[in-house]
């Protein structure tokens, strides 16, 4: 049995669709750089914004300490507040040698701090310099660097520590700057390894051709075009390694080939807060803790920069 009944087909106008809206270019507007569009959406990220102000915040305690103490941090220690308990002008309570705890947290964090900044410069002069050749010119310097790198990799970081504070020159020199030092060494490779891959993403591509092609020099390329668009993954790692450098100078202060015990410093704290963990845990506590808060500050940026400047790892 057939039916000679027809459906009516409904068409709505166009001016009651979206599709003009959804369709519609602006053509009055240039096109977002890809820094730029980080940055608009980073604005909206309650992760970096937290992250930020915690990181603007300990670089201003790093700077001006002054301003959040008066109180000297190891002239005024007494022993018979030995372990003492929080009172008026001494929140976090007193050490076992009768030092203010929250003097020391907040001087120490300069310490602490400086190490990682400059171990992350160091850090990328060396291992951004030599990626970079590595990836653009490859061949027989690509090999060279590799080889040596592969060296520094085969080593832990706490073990070639170990290793390497023991020669004379670092064993009867301990400061920052052979922390420093010492840091650099065994850290760089991996920031030239990533170097060396973003600019082989980079060096095939069409406005690196078209440059060559116009006359510039090999080296021009490299440093006007290639290394300005590979940048993004090196800001992401230097923004995390910079946390795990701060980890690194504790963890080497409080096994003792670090800082010198007279540089205050969190890692230096927290070793000499041994003694008093079972009686005051809290003289401990203090600045594990202001480390902890400094390292997820910065593994939170890195984490926050990598959505933003990595196409493959945005949100959609």
Not at 50 to 72: D, E, H, K, W
Not at 73 to 94: E, K, R, V
Not at 108 to 129: D, K, P, R, Y
């Amino acid at each position: 049995m057939t039916s000679n009944y027809q459906a009516d087909h409904y068409v709505a106008p166009i001016d009651e669709t979206p599709l003009l809206a959804t369709d519609s270019v602006r053509t009055d507007q240039a096109p977002l750089s890809l820094w730029a569009e980080a940055w608009r959406k980073l604005r909206r990220r309650p992760l970096f914004i937290v992250s930020a102000l915690l990181i603007v915040l300990l670089v201003v305690i790093a700077l001006f300490p002054g301003l959040f103490t008066q109180v000297a941090p190891n002239d005024n220690c007494d022993l018979q507040f030995s372990d003492g308990a929080p009172t008026a002008g001494h929140p976090f309570g007193y050490t076992f040698q009768g030092c203010d705890v929250f003097s020391r947290v907040i001087h120490g964090t300069q310490a602490s701090l400086s190490v990682g900044v400059l171990s992350v410069i160091f850090v990328l002069v060396i291992g951004v310099t030599l990626g970079a050749l590595a990836g653009f010119f490859g061949g027989w310097l690509d090999a060279v660097i590799a080889r040596l790198g592969d060296i520094f990799f085969a080593l832990p970081l706490v073990l070639g520590a170990l290793v390497i504070t023991q020669l004379p020159f670092f064993k009867d020199n301990k400061s920052v700057w052979t922390v420093v030092m010492v840091i650099v060494l065994l850290a760089w490779p991996q920031m030239a390894r990533i170097t060396r891959g973003a600019v082989m993403e980079v060096r095939n591509a069409d406005f690196v051709t078209a440059a060559r092609s116009l006359g510039v020099s090999r080296m021009g390329s490299l440093l006007r075009h290639v290394l300005p668009n590979a940048l993004a993954p090196i800001i992401v790692l230097a923004t995390m390694e910079l946390g795990v450098f701060i980890v690194a100078e504790a963890t080497l202060s409080f096994l003792g080939i670090g800082l010198p015990g007279s540089v205050m410093s969190w890692g230096n704290d927290i070793a000499a807060a041994q003694p008093s963990l079972r009686t005051n845990p809290a003289v401990l506590l203090y600045p594990a803790t202001a480390l902890s808060i400094t390292v997820l500050s910065f593994i939170m940026l890195g984490d926050a920069l990598r959505d933003a400047l990595d196409p493959k790892s945005r949100q959609r």
